[in-house]
């Protein structure tokens, strides 16, 4: 790993002062990750459930998203498309 840092940051990289790991299902307010927890089949048939706006209520974020669900990508997505059902209602 640190060969990969090195390749980024220089040579500098191989040789840290110090060396910081975290485990995020032990962090509080984390619970886990990287994301939303989803069984198989529930997106592919409820997913569009939880895009669907309520009323004046429009729903953004990552696990809503139709493509990298879970990931930026998919946040980026999300938004976009709230931002757009918003501006065309
Ligand atoms: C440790 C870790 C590593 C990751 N690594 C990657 C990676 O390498 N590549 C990648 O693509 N993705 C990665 N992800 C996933 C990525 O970070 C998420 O998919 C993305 O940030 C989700 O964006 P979001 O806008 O949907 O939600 P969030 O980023 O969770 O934003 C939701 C926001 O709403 C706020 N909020 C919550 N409740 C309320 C409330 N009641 N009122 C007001 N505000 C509220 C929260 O504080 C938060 O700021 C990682 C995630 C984690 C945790």
Redesign the pocket.
Known sequence: MLACFAKYFGERALAPRQYAEKL?EHDEW?RG???AFCPPGLLTQHGAALRAPTGPLHW?????ATV?S??????LQ??ERAAREILSG
């Open positions: 995020w984390a990750c990287y994301g953004a974020g990552t696990e809503t990298w879970g990931y930026i990508d998919g946040a999300s938004g």
